[in-house]
């Protein structure tokens, strides 16, 4: 479970968090160990100012004249956003994008661990994909019981959404990165990321829009 102090943090913040995060992993694999505010405020494309003021509400503060240490923050960042542990991760629908999410190599490093794979298409049960064996979806229940992860990726089309993320909930699942295209209610206490491509394509469309004018 992530550290306490999360909780704390306005989304936004946790959202430059998990940027800075991955900025500072580019930089510690290539040979980078001290960094700056300014450095790591041009990478994510805000303020130094911002910067500093993130970090330092985590309680990181960089040395003047040095600046921070790569690898400290990149384990300070990855306590507060929950990297610095395993989460098990379950998907559903291994469709074209779950079978993409399966086969990524980058979610592994920040400590999410894709554990078990479903789908209700009996052509895809007993298959590998990126290492994950795709299960008969009617029995998902009963085998979430046994593995229990905590976080589940759905990608199942919309109208079926509702229905696998109850399943997902009732088997003690507490967060859904949902990819459908729909909303979930959902008990208070399971966190939801929506991530609908196709709208974030209509904010970008809307920008390019009136940037335009
Ligand atoms: N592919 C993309 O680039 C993309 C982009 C944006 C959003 N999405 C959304 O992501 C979701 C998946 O998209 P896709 O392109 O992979 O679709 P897809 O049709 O290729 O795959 C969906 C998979 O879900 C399975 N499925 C259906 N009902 C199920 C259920 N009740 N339980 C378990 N599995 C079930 C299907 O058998 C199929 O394998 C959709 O909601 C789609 O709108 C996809």
């Known amino acids: 479970m992530p550290h306490e102090p999360s909780g704390r943090l306005p989304q936004p913040a946790v959202g430059r968090l998990s940027l800075y995060f991955r900025e500072l992993h580019r930089l510690n694999d290539g040979g980078t160990s001290h960094t700056s505010s300014r450095e790591l405020g041009q990478l994510v494309d805000v303020s130094p100012a911002v910067v500093r003021r993130d970090?330092?509400?985590?309680?990181?503060?960089?040395?003047?004249g040095v600046g921070y240490e790569v690898v400290k923050l990149i384990d300070a960042i990855g306590q507060l956003l929950g990297s610095g542990v395993q989460w098990r991760v379950v998907l559903?629908?291994?469709?074209?994008?779950?079978?993409?999410l399966l086969?990524?190599?980058g979610f592994e490093r920040l400590g999410f661990r894709l554990t078990d794979a479903f789908d209700s298409d009996p052509a895809k049960w007993g298959r590998q994909v990126?290492?994950?064996?795709?299960?008969d979806a009617s029995v998902m229940a009963g085998r979430l019981m046994e593995t229990r992860p905590e976080l589940a990726i759905l990608?199942?089309?919309?109208?079926?959404?509702?229905?696998v993320a109850a399943v997902l909930v009732g088997a003690g699942v507490s967060g859904i990165l949902n990819f459908?295209?729909?909303?979930?209610?959902?008990p208070g206490t399971t966190a939801v990321v929506n991530v609908d491509l196709a709208s974030e394509l209509?904010?970008?469309a809307f920008s390019v829009q009136n940037?335009?004018?």
Do not use: E, N
């Not at 459908?180 to 959902?186: R, S």
């Open 130 to 135: 990126g290492g994950v064996l795709v299960s």
């Open 92 to 100: 559903v629908g291994v469709g074209s994008l779950g079978d993409a």
């Open 202 to 204: 209509q904010r970008l």
């Open 55 to 64: 970090l330092s509400a985590m309680g990181t503060i960089g040395r003047r």
């Open 155 to 163: 990608a199942v089309p919309a109208d079926q959404a509702p229905q």
């Open 211 to 213: 940037s335009a004018r």
């Open 103 to 105: 086969r990524y190599r």
């Open 180 to 186: 459908a295209p729909t909303m979930l209610k959902l």
